[in-house]
């Protein structure tokens, strides 16, 4: 048995991704949501033909695994929201139903009623991240 891995590094000025498998991190920004993420599945492989669960890169579950750390975005506004995810969130739901919901009061509990009404298949988990009172600067240079 193997778990994927999503993080947000905050070190220095800088954000940092690091991921392994197909869980996910998004930004939502004045009203767009941006997927930062590359998931390491067989779909994102070969194309949207494959299945989307089959995970090509996972830890624990006895292979070697790699692990994504790379800069997460160029610079970080106050209002950032930052939404790390497990693929029982963004399997059930596409990108545009979480845009819209994360647009919405009561963001927080609506992705999980949302993505049990859809079957709730696999773990549903998810961390949201505001950014608030930092100066505005670049953090990638």
Partial sequence: MGTTLVALLYYQGRLVLINAGDSRLYRFRNGALTQLSTDHSLRNLVGSLAPAHVITNCFGAG????????PAGEEVLNGDLFLLCSDGLSGALADREIEEMLDEEGYEDALLAAAKQKGGLDNISYVLVEVSGVQERRLVT
């Fill in 63 to 70: 292979n070697a695994f790699y692990a994504d750390v790379e």
